[in-house]
């Protein structure tokens, strides 16, 4: 006799498809969710001024100051908390424009084809033929260290997947009948790509986002790290594992800040690996199948 998930069986878990029922997949919800929270909520949430330079300098964490107190004596908790505030929008909105410019030259390389796609290609290989990491530190350290500049500078290093992995999924829609059918109807380009192309090469896209949240997290970090991003006094994670450095046996004040950065790529590459198993009927079927 088949047996259900028990968890299938409780609340809102058995409304969800099979695929967001797995540990992973809650686990990460449960991350993403709670950093949201912090992230809107700090002003409420945190013990203290972020900025304020009021407690015992290199307080290791206790009662007060749960996450201690770096060299300037201002609260590691608070600090992190408020780091939310600008480690996680910044890499949304990174990933967003990654996504809106790669993806848009990407369908125009593939829809078009001849010169726009060899010149976008073209582009595209010239970012690749240079390490990420590297071309983003010259980058940003050219137009100058800021976290503006930072975003800029990943940026540049982002959008090339997203034209290559968008081009693809177009060559392989643009030649199918639907999409011959609507210009044989008269439907101009912008349409065509509007409405036959782009609900078919969302999904893919839709998942390598989600999971590159996390390496753009880890890049805007490692930029603010070496000096390139946020400026002190700013609680930016990156720039306050760097303070740690500075003072290593006081593990606490790099710690922290390197958790969270930890816990946040977790949990959206824990969702991204759902998100594709969702969107894969075979991934799905098969989960199903095991869940049954």
């Given amino acids: 006799m088949r047996r259900r998930d028990p968890l299938a069986r409780k609340g809102l878990l058995r409304r969800l498809p099979e695929a967001w029922r797995q540990p992973l997949a809650i686990v990460g919800g449960v991350l993403a969710v709670a950093w949201v929270v912090v992230a809107l ?13 009021e407690l015992p300098r290199l307080a290791p964490p206790g009662p007060g100051h749960w996450f201690g107190t770096d060299q300037l004596g201002r609260d590691i908790l608070s600090r992190v908390m408020y780091g939310a505030r600008v480690s996680i ?8 424009l990654s996504v809106l410019i790669g993806g848009l030259l990407g369908a125009c390389a593939g ?13 595209a290989d010239l970012v690749f033929a240079f390490p990420t990491v590297i071309l ?10 800021s976290l503006t500049n930072a975003v800029l500078a990943v940026l540049v290093v982002a959008w090339p997947a997203y034209a290559r992995v968008t081009r693809g999924l177009v060559l392989g829609v643009r030649e199918r009948e639907f999409v011959l059918s609507g210009r044989l109807l008269g439907f101009s380009v912008w349409r065509s790509l509007r409405v036959d192309v782009l609900p078919n090469v969302t999904g893919p896209i839709l998942v390598l986002a989600t999971l590159d949240i996390g390496t753009a997290l880890l890049l805007l970090s490692g930029l603010s790290f070496l000096g390139l991003g946020a400026k002190p006094p700013s609680p930016e994670w990156g720039a306050m594992v760097a303070s740690g450095v500075e003072v290593f046996d006081s593990w606490w004040v790099a710690t922290f800040p390197g958790l969270a950065i930890l816990t946040v ?3 959206f590459n824990f969702l991204g690996d759902t998100l594709r198993d969702a969107l894969d009927p075979r991934t799905a ?3 199903k199948e095991r869940a049954l």
């Fill in 41 to 53: 909520a700090a002003p409420v949430l945190a013990p203290h001024d972020p900025l304020a330079q």
């Fill in 89 to 96: 929008p910044l890499t949304l909105l990174l990933v967003a």
């Fill in 111 to 123: 829809y078009f084809g001849k010169w726009v796609d060899e010149t976008i290609m073209r582009l």
């Fill in 136 to 145: 983003a530190m010259v980058v940003a350290a050219a137009l100058g260290a």
């Fill in 265 to 267: 790529v977790l949990a």
């Fill in 285 to 287: 079927r098969a989960i």
